[in-house]
């Protein structure tokens, strides 16, 4: 009997899986879904795919023979079956091991001057120096209010420059590919989320103006710091 949901996965040549090529035999539709978590080149290579679907779709093939025909130029196996579509979107938030390695492979373990860099400047913050202000909200004279903007202090704002230069800000982790990262409730944030809290501090405040606020405020800002520097540490050890 066929599953009323089929699908195949989608990988690159170095096997990320990057996406999910799916048909609903119920809704007599086919349909691709990326995977939330994959890297640049996974992301451009999902977008080359989900193009390839829809030019499948238009050709109006049967689903069963869509389906396969896209199976062989994906070089995949045969369709593999689901109870329904809520299956394949579970597999495409799934966030693995691989998509952690790819993340830690972006830090620049050999660069001591950046690592020491990130350790001095975290070191020498205050309680000050981590009390963010903000300005603007005042109106002009034509009546327009200002826009609030955070008013960082340099000696935080080197502890967020820092993350550069070490590597821990990397077009691998796409900001709307996931949820946030959260402080976990107990143990320490893992080596690969602190480079997607990382990635979401430094680049994300050029995004939404008080991202580095929020961080601070809820302790993520510290337990990512805290992280990056252990990991760099146990490298060190380990070498």
């Known amino acids: 009997m066929q599953h009323p949901v089929q699908y195949i996965p989608v990988e690159t040549p170095g096997g990320e899986v990057v996406g999910y090529v799916w048909a609903d035999y119920a809704a007599g539709t086919l349909e691709w879904t990326q995977r939330a978590a994959s890297g640049a080149d996974g992301y451009r290579l999902g977008q080359e795919w989900a193009a390839k679907v829809a030019e499948t779709r238009e050709r109006g093939l049967p689903l069963a023979g869509a389906l396969t025909e896209l199976a062989r130029a994906a070089g995949t196996g045969p369709p593999v079956d689901v109870c329904g579509a809520e299956a394949v979107e579970e597999l495409a938030r799934t966030v693995t091991e691989a998509d952690d390695r790819r993340l830690l492979a972006q830090l620049d373990h050999g660069n001591a001057e950046a690592w020491q860099e990130l350790a001095d400047a975290y070191a020498a913050l205050t309680d000050d120096d981590r009390d963010v202000r903000w300005g603007g909200g005042e109106k002009n004279a034509n009546g327009a209010i200002q826009m609030a903007y955070p008013l960082y202090s340099r000696p935080l704002w080197r502890v967020v420059a820092a993350l550069w230069g070490i590597g821990a800000v990397t077009p691998e982790h796409r900001l709307s590919a996931s949820a946030d990262p959260t402080v976990p409730p107990r143990g320490r944030l893992r080596p690969a989320d602190a480079v997607r809290a990382a990635t979401l501090l ?16 809820s302790g993520l800002f510290d337990a990512m710091v805290v992280a990056l520097l252990a990991w760099h540490a146990a490298q060190a050890s380990a070498s």
């Open 202 to 217: 430094a680049a994300g405040e050029r995004i939404s103006e008080g991202t580095v606020d929020e961080a601070v405020r």
